[in-house]
């Protein structure tokens, strides 16, 4: 079974930068399409980001693009979220994921499963 955990998460300041990482213990993270997710309290979760497992290939939502960067560390078996520009709307617990299906959508969080516990981002001064 895919076990993810994330880490990295804190309280910054408006336009500060964090950086999350996804972990995966048992098994090569670089074979696995990951997605990053949010929910905010009160609000649905909502994709932030993937990275393919075959191709490299990514994918932002709007509201992030510019801002935040997904990538691999094959070295530390991670997946990570740069996080820069930081916004009062991107506090959120942050959520990392692998698809259910071959063909997932990034913006919808019921293709996806091996959910992890979530960490959570606070950006306020």
């Known amino acids: 079974q895919v076990q993810l955990v994330e880490s990295g998460g804190g309280l910054v300041q408006p336009g500060g930068s964090l950086r999350l990482s996804c972990a995966a213990s048992?098994?090569?993270?670089?074979?696995?399409?990951i997605g990053w997710f949010r929910q905010a309290p009160g609000k649905e979760r909502e994709g932030v980001s993937c990275i393919s497992s075959s191709d490299g290939s990514t994918y932002y939502a709007d509201p992030v693009k510019g801002r935040f960067t997904i990538s691999r560390d094959n070295a530390k078996n991670t997946v990570n979220l740069q996080m820069n520009s930081l916004k009062p709307e991107d506090t959120a617990v942050y959520y990392c994921?692998?698809?259910?299906?071959?063909?997932?959508?990034?913006?919808?969080?019921?293709?996806?499963?091996?959910w992890g516990q979530g960490t959570q981002v606070t950006v306020s001064s």
């Open positions: 048992g098994f090569t993270l670089d074979y696995y399409h």
């Open positions: 994921a692998t698809p259910l299906y071959a063909d997932y959508d990034c913006d919808r969080s019921a293709d996806f499963g091996s």
